[in-house]
């Protein structure tokens, strides 16, 4: 018995790596984080949780996803979170941090003009993500404002290397993850196919985390609400055949790769980045699936390559 259980454990931790996610068009040379990193490993063979129902129930199981991300402006700005890229030539900028205990110093490579979350009047979460496509670093700053540049918190990534935030820490994100690996990119769905989990939020979530997050923010200790860092996928035998394209691209990643609570929000909001070729009609159709359509990963064997 023993050889078998410790057989079944190493079956768990050699569970497959993905297909390299598809790099952004403006930085073709870098990585969206290592093949072995958990936001691209594929969990739609791994067991569930036992807690799942009373989860998913707390997170909302009659109400709908909605894709948080499109083509056109709402309210004046891009609908999503946007992506910068520049260069090596890119003047770096100090930045002052209001959590500037759980963040890292920088400088930080923002351009004049630099893409905002929400545009420049937001009061939002006016997040930023900017790539340097020379050194594959990401930047992640959460409530940036410009003159001189000032943000709630950010985050120093290399988009080369599996390694996760401080305990504790925050990002740009409440998780302590990074936001770029999970976003939804048009690129990816002209491409066929999403090969990376998807950041979500939730409206209420535990005073906890788990594996990769690093970060909880609530004071909520109900054992049915979900931590942060907490992976869901779309059951494995819900239809999809009959939804338009996009989002039926959008669909099949939700049950290869699943779904990682990041954020306190509307809950089953899937985020992405803006593009003029999203259809939001087809987008719209995302809100057919329900939250009672989704099951609570059991992730705990995880482990970064």
Known sequence: MRLLAAFAAALFLAAPTGAAPVPLPTAPDCPLFPETNVWNKPVGKLPLRSSSRKIVRAIGARLPVHADFGSGLYQGAPIGIPITVVDSSQAKSAVNFSYDDESDAGPYPI?????????YASDGDRHAIIVDSDSCTLYELFALYPSPWSAGSGAIWSLTSNA?????????????????????????????????????????????????????????TSKSLPPMGLRLRLRANYPVSGFPYQARVVLKALKRYGMIVADNGSSWYLTGAPDPGWDNDQLHTLGKVRGSDFRVVDTRGFVNG
Request: hydrophobic share 40%.
């Open 164 to 220: 996760l935030r401080p305990r504790g820490w925050t990002s740009a994100d409440a998780a302590g993850l990074p936001i770029l690996p999970g976003l939804v990119r048009y690129e990816e769905v002209a491409a066929g196919h999403i090969d990376h989990a998807i950041r979500f939020t939730v409206s209420r979530s535990k005073r906890d985390y788990v594996y990769p997050a690093r970060h909880f923010a609530s004071s909520l």
């Open 111 to 119: 351009p004049n003009g630099v893409a905002i979350e929400g545009g």
